[in-house]
């Protein structure tokens, strides 16, 4: 065994293994990899080692006292067997808290109790719950194992959607792990469960509305629309938070104002993103539902993608482009009276941008920032950082009140090696190239793509593939049907729609 530098512990705590005859004290150290048992505070040869690893399954024992409940001891996996250890209240939730993302507990009835279901789906539910042990609510995603496991027949051949399923739902699973310690920017994860049929997702529980939500609020004001100074405090906290997103290497993919929510209500600083289902990773060589969006919110390079080609983070910027667009304007870059008018006018990408200036919304600096977040050419593109230093925003900095210096997230860029991934080991977790498809396949669906879900409650897309081909492009319309939009027709094709 490896040298183990205690010094490096994140948490060490005393803990009792009871037996027949007399208990043994034990002393537990965590890692970020893994944590240890040992005889000793600091022993090289200690009685158990626990790699995390979300197939690793951990109960919680509670006990129940006159004014709450808390937690006595914990079961844990070691070879063929499970292991109790009890230890101090403080100390088994400090563990637990740590641990939370990097392993799967069992018994979340006895953890949680449930208070609304706030969102549905064919796959999913999404409820608030409070925890027993600190009394917060939490919002729970509750996914059901049947959705991960589903087949498929296309072109005559059966596909395993329970591989891409499950390659998609651990991706998720690893970004939101990542993207954790930064609260004020994301949907935060905080811990996995698992049941005899369901997989649960703990997330923190947001009270505000969508931005979607806002934006059609705001069409009762005078200029309906929200105040430009509110306009430019939401673009910098969603290019602060890209710019923390991209430096990490992580693609969001479904950028749009259904994805964007604020965790406290009548608080426009606590703008974060939401809804992680179609996120990717950068230094793939191979992604996951190549073609997604949400048509009028999808980059060029997305929707003409080739096999040949890759895009990268800068698809993002060019869906912050859209936001602000409709921000400014009141009205949606890519117009349409019909869906398929939508993903038209998206696919050919014709953008004017010679408005009238009001002095107000439409400037000479806020029409130059579109320009620069909307370019066609992703190599032309500004970053998530260069637009923060635009001279837009010149306003919002200055200020120096406290209410705004709350928001705007001092973004960290790779200086955490627990940030930065590897290309290898990610292809090497997710088996991407197993799932490659029969070139006939590719040929037939050459020009289709695929859309996640558009409903509020979503904590992580639904991305209900009908092939693992990665030119597919689906709309998933909340609690209804799927549909299948062919790009090089933009007609929908009856026959691709499959009642739920």
Known sequence: MEYIAYTEAKLQFQGTRKHFFRDKLYYVSV???????????????????????LNIKINWDLKKQKNNVIIQSFVFPYKNSFKTLYANHDDLMKFKEIIGKSVTYEGIGDLYLPI??????????????????????????????SFLNQTEKVSGLVIMLKFINQAA???????LKILSPYSQNFLTLKEIYEGDNTFYLVTDYLEGPTLSEEIEIAKNLPDRRLPILTIKILMYK???????????????????PDNLMFAKKNDYSSLVLVDFGLATFETLDKFLFPKCGTPGYVAPEILNLNYENKYTTKVDIFSSGCILFKLL??????????????????????????????????????????????????????????????????????QSTQALSTFITNVKFSQNGNLNLQCEEQMSKYDIEEYQINNEIKEDE?????IPPTKRCSLMS????LSISPIKFYQKEPLSEIKCFNLASQKVDSNDIISE
């Open 238 to 256: 969603l290019l602060s938070s890209l710019a923390l997103l991209h430096e990490n290497k992580i693609i969001h993919r479904d950028l749009k």
């Open 31 to 53: 890692f970020d990899d893994c944590f240890i048992i040992g005889n000793t505070s600091d022993t090289q040869q200690p009685k158990y080692k626990i790699s995390f690893d």
């Open 462 to 465: 639904e991305v209900k593939s």
């Open 329 to 398: 304007t009141g009205k949606s870059i890519f117009g349409g009276k019909s869906f398929d008018d939508v993903l038209r006018a998206n696919k050919k990408c014709y953008i004017d941008l010679d408005l009238p200036i009001d002095h107000v919304y439409l400037t000479d600096l806020s029409i130059n920032l579109l320009e620069q977040l909307l370019n066609k050419n992703a190599k032309q593109r500004i970053s998530a950082r260069q637009a923060l230093c635009h001279q837009f925003f010149d306003q919002i900095k200055e």
């Open 116 to 145: 609304l279901q706030i969102g549905k789906g064919s796959s999913a539910k999404v409820y608030s719950a409070q925890n027993v042990l600190n009394q917060d609510i939490y919002a729970i995603k509750a996914i059901e194992k």
């Open 169 to 175: 739902y651990k991706m998720e699973v690893q970004i």
């Open 446 to 450: 050459q020009n289709t793509i695929t």
